[in-house]
């Protein structure tokens, strides 16, 4: 049987790979068709996230769902209430993984304050069920950033990335000293997979995965040491600056920007080393989490290769 996936953006790409490496088929929830996605083992099939009978009809067959979709309005909510609904009216799909892929967001759940809203009703909603087997998966930042374009599916997105290749700019929010645990989208991918493979019943509400823990201090040294030919101008911003940029935001833009910028410098963009390791032991054993470091010397081997 297959895994479904709904969303077709970037981390879809690195999660179909891996499955189809893993000969796992894969459906895929999507609105429209891509055409990067017209490949063997894959089966696009449009749907309405509005209808639920829409996603019920299409997850029909599948074992377990997980969600990639992005969106920073109540929408998000709308789509996974019916996507938990739709996979509990199914013969066939147990397991359910939502779109969260953020920081520790069992000791803070709040941050960044623009995704509570629409992300703590879809949790509550899992929690209040017993249809579905399901988890959070916090994995920190995505450290694709550090990468050239050409490496990663994962788009730019300018200064709201701490790494700005494109523009040579370097964006630290606090510090720089503060520690946080960080990933690459493909080895998030693999975490994910291997999840669907272990024992039913075995999952928990939340699950930790860190290719490393480093500081963004560290994190620029080596992207200036990796691109030694680029003038890197770096800026540091300050708590204080960030609320008030918060406060003082004229779009939705800004406002979530600053808020990241919060989150990077506080506390819950680090893991608990011990639940890491734990988890890692429990679920993962065979998987090569890259360090940053890794990653950089990847593109060294493979130059024209998403890594």
Known sequence: ???????????ARYLVEELRRAHQP??????TEKEHFKMSGVLQKEVDFKSVKSLRDALEGSV??????????????EVHLNLIAACQQTSTCRRFIPSEYG???ADYPDQPGFQFANHEPVREALRQQHTLEWTLVCCGWLADYVLPVRNRYIKDIGDSAPFNLSSQRIIIPGTGKELLDVISARDLSKAIIALFNAPAGGWEPYTYVSGEKTSLRRMAEQVQAKYASLNFQIQY???????????????VEERIEAEYGIVTLSSNGGFDRNVV?????????????????????????????IV
């Open 1 to 11: 049987m297959s895994v479904a996936i709904a969303g077709s953006g970037d981390l």
């Open 103 to 105: 920081t520790d967001i």
């Open 64 to 77: 377990a769902l997980v969600s990639v979709i992005l969106d920073y309005t109540m929408a998000f909510t």
């Open 237 to 251: 911003i300050s708590l204080n600056q960030l609320v008030n940029a918060v406060r003082e935001s004229k779009t």
């Open 277 to 305: 390791e734990r988890q890692r032991a429990l679920y993962f054993q065979g998987i090569k989490f890259r360090t940053v470091q890794e990653l950089l010397d990847e593109v060294d081997k493979h130059p024209d290769s």
């Open 26 to 31: 894969v459906v895929i929830l999507c609105r």
